[in-house]
T-cell receptor, first 111, second 111 residues
Framework: DSGVTQTPKHLITATGQRVTLRCSPR?????VYWYQQSLDQGLQFLIH???????AKGNILERFSAQQFPDLHSELNLSSLELGDSALYFC??????????FGPGTRLTVL | DAKTTQPPSMDCAEGRAANLPCNHS???????VYWYRQIHSQGPQYIIH???NNETNEMASLIITEDRKSSTLILPHATLRDTAVYYC????????????FGAGTTVTVRA
């Protein structure tokens, strides 16, 4: 158990819909990262938040957005969903530049 | 971040040492070598990291060549639970904390 929690574990939805994935970092970790893992793209970095502020963006689509709240939990919002958005979405947390601890992931299926 | 090259797959006998190579010939002086593993669709798990010197922890040892252009992760006594995809990642620890995952090495430990 990494100490990072993600909900929900599984999500099945239809194209065009909007979903929110939630992540709670380890106690004391100020950084939260979101990654997407699809069969054809592998593990891809999406976005990094540090203490409520966006720090870095990766290959995140404009239809996707994220935020980190004052209690440090983070949400990843995916809208206008397409079949290709089906993937595992992982959240990770860390203290500064140290090792990242990953959550168990949310498996999103878009039908 | 420097790119890494890993063999796509390797087998290992249970109880024997597993030596996983990684080439990172374009590594910069301020870049660290990180190793993570992912056991079947679980969240990636941090194993070890190093800059120049060899490192050892309870999970593994990391041997970095003197010119830092390659490294080897050593699992001293592989068990069936070590079957996973192992990722070698090179990353600077300054501003950008994201992890750039490649294809990794699929390690299968056989009884």
């Amino acid at each position: 158990d990494s100490g990072v929690t993600q909900t929900p574990k599984h999500l099945i939805t239809a194209t065009g819909q909007r979903v929110t994935l939630r992540c709670s970092p380890r106690s004391g970790d100020l950084s939260v990262y979101w990654y997407q893992q699809s069969l054809d793209q592998g593990l891809q970095f999406l976005i990094h938040y540090y203490n409520g502020e966006e720090r870095a963006k990766g290959n995140i689509l404009e239809r996707f957005s994220a935020q980190q709240f004052p209690d440090l939990h983070s949400e990843l919002n995916l809208s206008s969903l397409e079949l290709g958005d089906s993937a595992l979405y992982f959240c990770a947390s860390s203290r500064l530049a140290n090792e990242q601890f990953f959550g168990p992931g949310t498996r999103l299926t878009v039908l | 971040d420097a790119k890494t090259t890993q063999p796509p797959s390797m087998d290992c006998a249970e109880g024997r040492a597993a030596n996983l190579p990684c080439n990172h010939s374009t590594i910069s002086g301020n870049e660290y070598v990180y190793w993570y593993r992912q056991i079947h669709s679980q969240g990636p798990q941090y194993i070890i990291h190093g800059l120049k010197n060899n490192e050892t922890n309870e999970m593994a040892s990391l041997i970095i060549t003197e010119d830092r252009k390659s490294s080897t992760l050593i699992l001293p006594h592989a068990t069936l639970r070590d079957t996973a995809v192992y990722y070698c990642i090179v990353r600077a620890s300054s501003n950008d904390y994201k992890l750039s995952f490649g294809a990794g090495t699929t390690v299968t430990v056989r009884a």
